[in-house]
C-alpha cells in the first residue's frame, strides 16, 4: 500500500506550494509611503538660510506646503533653497528603517536658472550623529537633470552615495562613510547651485516610497528554508519508520526461532515417543532396531540379551489382562535398573525383552543374563497375590563387522534352547559365527 506520506506526492505539493508562493510574492501589493500626502499628517519644511528677512525670500507658495519659491537678495556664507519631509515623529533621533524600500518615485515641477536638482536622504547614525547638529547625520544623494523632471521618476536608493565635502569636513573612520539607510530622517529636495539673485520655484506632485512587504530573495530564502526543513523533517520521519520497521522484523524473526526451537523440541519428543514402548516406558522394536544398527558400526561389537517371561499366559489367564501389563511393566523396570546406564532395554513384543550392550564379550553377558534371571526368579511382582514368575535368557555377541541381526537370530535360538531346557534359564550362543541353518 502506498503510504499517504509518500515522497513523490510530497514532491509535487512542495512543487507547488513553492510556485504558489512565488507567484503570490509577485501579486502582493506594494509597500508604499507617500510623503507628499497632505492628509497623511507628513511634516515638510523649508530648506533655507538663517537670515531670510536680510538674505532675501525663500516662502511657500500655498499651504500645501509642496510648492515653494526662492530668491536670495545678496549672497551669504550659507544658503539653501529647496524643502524637506520629516521621517521622525517625537524623537529627533529615530527616523525610518528605509531597508523594505527599493526606490523613491519623484513626480516635481521646477523653474529655475540650473540645470540639477538633488534628492537627499540624512541617516542619523548614532555612533556620531547629535540631535543639535543638523550637518552630523550622514547626507546621501543623488542629482537629478532638470530636463527629466516632466515625467516621473524612480530613483533607486542604491543610486544615494555619502558626498565627498561631507567625508572632507567629517574626517570619520572610513566605515561611518559608508551609505546607509537604516535611520533616515530626512528626505529634501534642493537646489545645489548659486542661488543669488536667482529666483527658483519648485512644486511636488509626489514623493512616494516604494517597496516590497516580501522581497524576492527572502521569498525565495523563505523556500530554501522550508524545503530544506521539509527534507529533514521527511528523512527523520523515514528513519523513525525504519527503525519501527526493523523493530517489528526483529520481534517476527525471534517469534519465529522460538516458534522452530519448539517444533525441533515438540520433533524429538515425537521421535522419542515413536521409538518408546506405550505400556513400559522401554524401547520399542523400532527404538531396539536403530540402537542396533547403531551400534553395528561400533568398534566394539554387540551382545545381545533376549529376555522372555516363562508360562506368561499363565499370568494373564489367572489374574487378568491387567495385571499382565503390570507385570510386564514391572518386568521391563526390573532389567532397566539392574543393567548398566550404557546399556540399552527395549521390548521385542508381547513378553520378550532385548537387552542391548555395548563390546562383545560372551562370558561377561552370559553373567549379565544370570544376573538378571535370578533378580527376576526372586522378585515378588505383586505382594498381595505373592505372584512370582521366572524368564528365560538367550546371550549372543557380534564382533566388530558382523550384523546385529546375524547375533539376534543366534540368541533367539540360545532362547529357544533356555525355553526346551526347562525355562529359567540362560543359554549362549557358542561364538560368534553364523547360525546354520537347521538349528
Ligand atoms: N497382559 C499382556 N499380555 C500380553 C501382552 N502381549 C502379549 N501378551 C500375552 O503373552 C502371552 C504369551 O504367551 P506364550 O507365547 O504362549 O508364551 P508363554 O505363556 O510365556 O510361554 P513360554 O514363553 O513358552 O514360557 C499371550 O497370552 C499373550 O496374550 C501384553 O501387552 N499384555
Request: proline content about 4%; aromatic content about 6%.
Amino acid at each position: 500500500m502506498q503510504p499517504a506520506l509518500s515522497s513523490p506526492r510530497l514532491l509535487v505539493v512542495g512543487i507547488l506550494l513553492s510556485l504558489a508562493l512565488i507567484v503570490a510574492q509577485r501579486l502582493l501589493p506594494e509597500r508604499r509611503l507617500d510623503l507628499s500626502d497632505a492628509h497623511a499628517g507628513n511634516f515638510h519644511y523649508l530648506l533655507d538660510n538663517n537670515e531670510p528677512e536680510t538674505a532675501g525670500s525663500v516662502g511657500w507658495v500655498d499651504e500645501s506646503k509642496l510648492h515653494l519659491q526662492c530668491h536670495y537678495t545678496r549672497p551669504a556664507n550659507w544658503q539653501a533653497c529647496g524643502m524637506g519631509f520629516s521621517l521622525v515623529k517625537e524623537d529627533a533621533t529615530r527616523g525610518i528603517d528605509l531597508s523594505p524600500f527599493s526606490s523613491i518615485e519623484l513626480k516635481m515641477r521646477f523653474k529655475g536658472p540650473t540645470r540639477l536638482i538633488r534628492v537627499g536622504i540624512r541617516n542619523f547614525d548614532p555612533r556620531f550623529s547629535k540631535a543639535d547638529d543638523t550637518n552630523s547625520p550622514r547626507p546621501h544623494y543623488v542629482n537629478l537633470r532638470v530636463q527629466d523632471l516632466g515625467e516621473p521618476l524612480r530613483i533607486d536608493l542604491n543610486e544615494f552615495t555619502v558626498p565627498e565635502w561631507w567625508i572632507m569636513q567629517k574626517n570619520h573612520p572610513r566605515e561611518y562613510n559608508r551609505a546607509r539607510l537604516d535611520n533616515a530622517i530626512q528626505i529634501s529636495i534642493d537646489i545645489p547651485d548659486e542661488l543669488t539673485n536667482k529666483t527658483y520655484e519648485m512644486e511636488i506632485d509626489h514623493l512616494v516610497l516604494h517597496g516590497e512587504w516580501v522581497s524576492r530573495e527572502q521569498t525565495y530564502l523563505g523556500i530554501l528554508v522550508a524545503w530544506l526543513l521539509g527534507a529533514s523533517l521527511l528523512s527523520m520521519h523515514r528513519s523513525v519508520q525504519l527503525r519501527q520497521r526493523s523493530r517489528i522484523q526483529q520481534r517476527e524473526i525471534d517469534a519465529l526461532m522460538t516458534r522452530t526451537r519448539e517444533l525441533r523440541v515438540a520433533q524429538d519428543e515425537l521421535r522419542r515417543l515413536a521409538a518408546v514402548d506405550e505400556l513400559t516406558g522401554v524401547l520399542n522394536r523400532r527404538g531396539i532396531e536403530q540402537v542396533m544398527a547403531e551400534l553395528e558400526n561400533d568398534d566394539e561389537g554387540i551382545t545381545i540379551v533376549i529376555a522372555d517371561i516363562d508360562h506368561f499366559k499363565q499370568v494373564n489367564d489367572r489374574h487378568g489382562h491387567g495385571k499382565g501389563d503390570e507385570v510386564l511393566s514391572r518386568f521391563a523396570a526390573l532389567l532397566a535398573t539392574n543393567v548398566r546406564a550404557s546399556d540399552v532395554v527395549g521390548r521385542w513384543g508381547g513378553e520378550e525383552f532385548v537387552i542391548l550392550c555395548r563390546g562383545h564379550k560372551l562370558d561377561e553377558a552370559s553373567a549379565l543374563a544370570e544376573k538378571l534371571r535370578d533378580r527376576v526368579a526372586r522378585f515378588d511382582f505383586d505382594a498381595r497375590l505373592s505372584l512370582n514368575i521366572t524368564a528365560s535368557f538367550g546371550v549372543a555377541v557380534a564382533l566388530p563387522g558382523h550384523t546385529a541381526e546375524e547375533a539376534f537370530k543366534r540368541a533367539d535360538k540360545a532362547l529357544y534352547r533356555a525355553k526346551s531346557g526347562g525355562r529359567n534359564r540362560v543359554e549362549s550362543a557358542s561364538g560368534s559365527e553364523p547360525v546354520s541353518t537347521f538349528l
